[in-house]
């Protein structure tokens, strides 16, 4: 009896894990066809300064409309990774965005853009090159660009990083470093690091982190950026009491749903246009009623 239970166990986790990595394989295959039949698209995320309403610019974020809909990109991206299928698709989105950049300079709006980079793309030997392609293509000024690199891999990839952010540095290309705080930054190497602003990551904003630890942790990286002369950023920010701690703590650039979700280029333009009214709206120096 017991020896039969076994066997049905084991014979039920080796089905799940031939489930799983059928879903992956088929994954794989999806993800490998979706560029070429432009299934991606990019979606666009304000940054702003809520006190002065100053529009800072604006994160792009890939989005996958797969065979069997949407797929976010904590799924996607890794198996990207894993396959190799980043250095085209990272390319792609680099090309995209710097387009829609430069739309936005021929409107009117001269906005940087913020791409994401994945390690891959950052350690590859053409990466320099690509980004300098890029630019080339779209027309846009490389002041218009800034590309998000996490804390992660600055670390891991420390051969990499001097001349990667010494070049982008030297073409007029600005960096974050992302998810700041989650990682294990040394403070030598950040110290040394040509890079121009931290992006405070969002769970230290995240209501269970809430309280008196979480606060002294941003004052923390405030001040870090102070220290270092780099621009800081908090990501993730959804209520406006957020905001007035932000505000509170030294922070003004800010990004989150409170502002907007990120949006196609044709909301986005939309929402620029609402902004100076919504904007307006903002209580920033009402007592917070926590
Ligand atoms: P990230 O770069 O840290 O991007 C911020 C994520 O937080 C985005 O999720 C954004 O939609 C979400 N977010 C923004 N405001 C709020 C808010 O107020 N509340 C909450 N709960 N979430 C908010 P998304 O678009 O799902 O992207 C997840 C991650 O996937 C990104 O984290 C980034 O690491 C990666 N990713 C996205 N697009 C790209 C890309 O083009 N290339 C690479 N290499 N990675 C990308
Ligand atoms: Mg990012
Ligand atoms: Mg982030
Ligand atoms: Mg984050």
Redesign the pocket.
């Known amino acids: 009896r017991a020896k039969a239970d076994g066997r049905n166990r084991h014979h039920f986790y080796s089905r799940a894990l031939h489930d799983e990595n059928q879903r992956q394989q088929q994954l794989r295959h999806d993800l490998r066809a979706a560029l070429d039949a432009g299934q991606f698209h ?2 666009y ?1 304000p940054k702003v300064n809520p006190q002065s309403g100053e529009v800072l610019g604006a ?5 996958w409309n797969g065979p069997h809909g949407p797929v ?3 799924t996607f ?1 890794p198996v990207a990774e894993d396959t190799g299928l ?1 250095l085209p ?2 390319r792609w ?1 680099l090309r995209e965005a710097c387009q829609q950049a430069q739309r936005w300079v021929t409107a009117g709006h001269a906005l940087p853009v913020s ?4 390690a891959a ?1 950052f350690t590859d030997p053409t990466f320099l090159d690509t980004v300098q392609e890029e630019l080339r293509r779209s027309g846009l000024g490389a002041h218009l660009l800034e590309l ?1 690199v ?1 804390e992660t891999i600055l670390m891991r990839h420390v051969e990499h990083v001097q001349r990667n952010l010494e070049a982008l540095r030297a073409l007029g290309v600005q960096v974050s470093i ?2 700041f705080g989650t990682g294990y930054s040394s403070l030598s190497y950040l110290h040394a690091f040509p890079v121009n602003t931290l ?1 405070i ?2 769970s230290f904003l995240a209501p269970d982190r809430h309280g008196p630890q979480a606060e002294a942790l941003i004052t923390a990286i405030v001040g870090l950026g102070r220290a270092l002369n780099l621009q800081v950023i908090a ?4 209520e406006p009491a957020q905001v007035r701690q932000l505000l509170r703590l030294g922070c003004a650039a800010m ?4 502002f907007a ?2 949006l196609t280029p044709g909301d986005f333009l939309t929402w620029l246009r609402h902004w100076p009214a919504q904007h307006a709206t903002f209580n920033l120096t009402g007592a917070d009623p926590e």
């Not at 791409?115 to 994945?118: E, G, H």
């Open positions: 990019l979606v995320q994160e792009a974020l890939l989005r976010p990109p904590a991206i980043i698709l990272g989105v791409v994401n980079i994945s793309q998000e996490t992302d998810d992006k990551d969002r990501e993730g920010v959804e990004q989150g749903y409170l979700r990120p």
